[in-house]
């Protein structure tokens, strides 16, 4: 029994006991997370291919000696203030775990964000050449901003000084209605909010409750690069280069510039810059309406001066008015006494003319036209008559005489052809009776057999006919097939030395020979 336990241990080596993978999975899941908990990771993010059809994202984060798998649930993916690119160093901030699955650790990212301003600058120029070559920086893309807009609207923070700062500069140089979209413009969602405020306005109807704008500002006040990344953001940019509303950036101070200041329609130094640039000033419009206003009272009354006197001139020079038609009635009474004369004239010679053409049509009225026109059809129906009459007589008598002649040809032709076939009759029985002389079945009834062989060529001698060879030979009732059997030796004397046929299939009822000859 000593013996059996000293084994047993040797065996397993251990006396610690037996656990599943999945509960020593689950124990090194539990250890790692409780030891580490949330982390501050910085790395390079590597193989990333964009959310999985799930939504999530996957990827690894990178440094020179070591790699962090590394994953992105959906809803927070769509909260990161800076999306996963390939390349792009981050520190991502979220909980170590395991995934038992693959026996591998990972983080769990909650948080990211660029690794510094080289970073933030490096990824701002990439997306910054991907926007150029989109075609979505061109001038031709751009529209033109109203000079005079009845509604302006603002995408900025309601409670900073910059819409403070619009408003009072608006109502100082030209009041209008400003309607104000409220937005964080610093934080992770502000970049949602922005694009979401440029779309919504743009989704207003033109005749709705709530007017759609003329004009958008975009505004935001100074900051560092990392408080402006919002307007960074792809979303906030292609949001503000699809407006169809005439668009002005406000973002920063002067040598402040984001990506949405190259898609916007108009770029702005400064907020209150962008309100100047939105509306005129009204009391400069005023003086500049009442100066056109003078300019074109004076210019109305000095033309209609210069016409007075312009027409005054001409009145002197014109003459009287009843000297100027005295010519002209002149003109009219002898013109028209020459229309009556020629009226006269004209009446006479068309009355002349009209009575010549009655009395040419009295002699040629349609009736005596009419009457000489059926004397003539009636003669020339008498001579038809008699034409017709004599041809088919002519035609009768060349009739008879046709068939009296084809009688007699048919005649002799039934006589030429009863000849013709009795000679062709006798000399086909000649050429019989020749073939049937000349003809290779008469040998064969006399005894005689033609021999071929597979191809059907005729065998001439023992040498075409090799022992095995198979041959077809032919008698004057029918063909035998047959099979040489034997060795062949050309001594036509010796009835031994003559080859075997070996008969395989007979053609006639009455037997076949067992020779070649």
Request: net charge positive.
């Amino acid at each position: 029994m000593s013996a059996e336990f000293d084994a047993a241990e040797t065996t397993s080596g251990t006396n610690a006991p037996e656990i599943s993978v999945s509960e020593l999975a689950q124990a090194l899941k539990r250890t790692v997370e409780d030891r580490f908990g949330r982390v501050r990771v910085r790395g390079e993010i590597s193989n990333y291919r964009g959310p999985h059809s799930s939504g999530h994202a996957y990827f690894s984060l990178k440094d020179a000696n070591a790699r962090l798998d590394a994953v992105v649930w959906k809803g927070t993916l769509q909260r990161l203030r800076a999306r996963p690119q390939e390349g792009l160093e981050v520190v991502a901030t979220g909980r170590i775990t395991t995934f038992p699955g693959k026996s591998a650790y990972q983080i769990v990212i909650e948080a990211m964000e660029p690794a510094g301003v080289g970073a933030l600058m490096a990824l701002l120029e990439a997306r910054r050449k991907q926007f150029i070559a989109e075609g979505l920086f061109d001038e031709s893309r751009k529209l033109a901003i109203p000079f005079l807009p009845r509604v302006i609207g603002v995408v900025t923070s309601p409670t900073g000084a910059v819409i403070r700062d619009i408003l009072h500069r608006i109502n100082e140089r030209f009041p209008c209605r400003v309607i104000v979209w409220p937005v964080r413009v610093q934080g992770e969602t502000s970049a949602a909010e922005v694009a979401a405020a440029i779309r919504g306005f743009n989704a207003l109807p033109t005749d709705g409750a709530i007017p759609r704008p003329d004009v958008l500002i975009v505004a935001r006040g100074g900051g560092s690069l990392e408080d402006l990344w919002s307007f960074n953001e792809e979303i906030a940019v292609r949001a503000a280069a699809d407006s169809q509303i005439p668009l002005i950036a406000a973002v920063g101070h002067e040598t402040d510039w984001t990506l949405i200041d190259f898609v916007a329609d108009l770029r702005a130094p400064t907020p209150t810059g962008a309100a100047e640039k939105a509306v005129p000033v009204r009391a400069e419009l005023i003086e500049h309406l009442a100066s056109r206003a003078r300019r074109l009272t004076a210019a109305t009354s000095r033309a209609m001066h210069e016409r007075r006197n312009r027409l005054i001139s001409l009145a002197r020079v014109l003459p009287a008015p009843t000297n100027l038609l005295a010519t002209p009635r002149q003109r009219l009474d002898r013109a028209g006494e020459r229309l009556t004369t020629s009226l006269r004239t004209r009446q006479d010679a068309q009355r002349l003319r009209l009575a010549r053409a009655a009395s040419l049509l009295a002699r040629h009225s349609p009736q005596a036209e009419l009457a000489r026109t059926k004397e003539k059809l009636h003669g020339l129906k008498a001579r038809l008559t008699q034409g017709l009459q004599a041809r088919v007589a002519l035609t009768q008598r060349e009739n008879a005489h046709a068939a009296q002649r084809l009688a007699s040809l048919e005649a002799r032709l039934s006589r030429a052809l009863t000849q013709t076939l009795d000679k062709r009759r006798e000399k086909l029985a000649r050429l019989t009776r020749l073939q049937e002389s000349l003809s290779h079945h008469a040998v064969l009834m006399r005894g005689f057999a033609l021999v071929r062989d597979e191809s059907g060529a005729l065998v001439r001698s023992i040498a075409q006919a090799p022992s095995g060879a198979r041959l077809n030979i032919e008698v004057s009732d029918g063909r035998i097939a047959a099979r040489v059997d034997g060795a062949v030796e050309p001594s036509p004397t010796d009835a031994k030395s003559a080859p075997r046929i070996r008969k395989t299939r007979g053609g006639s009822s009455g037997g076949g020979q067992g020779s070649l000859f």
